[in-house]
């Protein structure tokens, strides 16, 4: 059984900015890519950022120069700081991880629960 528990959404003015936690646990072998997709009202869910182990980095034109994804192998954990944050930005939040859960288990896409992010005044 895998887990993914994302936290860090909430309420933020435009130009303020929040930083988005996931940490995955459970029966883990090793983890590939793991990322960040949103979803808002009406539209599809859509990548913003994901990372690989190998450290290579991908973001959505959208956000480039004002989002920035890190993260922890050690902890099993990815982050994105997100800055500059606009009315458009406004979504859930989910976080994906590729993963194996044994050394000859295949690799499955795992995903959070989502969590709230609204850009308002």
């Known amino acids: 059984q895998v887990q993914l528990a994302e936290s860090g959404g909430g309420l933020v003015q435009p130009g303020g900015s929040l930083r988005l936690s996931c940490e995955a646990s459970?029966?883990?072998?090793?983890?590939?890519?793991m990322g960040w997709y949103r979803q808002a009202p009406g539209k599809q869910r859509e990548l913003v950022a994901d990372t690989t182990s190998g450290g290579s980095i991908n973001y959505a034109e959208s956000v480039k120069g004002r989002f920035t994804i890190s993260r922890d192998n050690a902890k099993n954990t990815v982050y994105l700081q997100m800055n500059s944050l606009k009315p458009e930005d406004t979504a859930v939040y989910y976080c994906?991880?590729?993963?194996?859960?044994?050394?000859?288990?295949?690799?499955?896409?795992?995903w959070g629960q989502g969590t709230q992010v609204t850009v308002a005044s």
């Open positions: 994906n991880a590729e993963l194996q859960g044994s050394l000859y288990s295949p690799w499955y896409d795992y």
């Open positions: 459970g029966s883990i072998f090793s983890i590939n890519a």
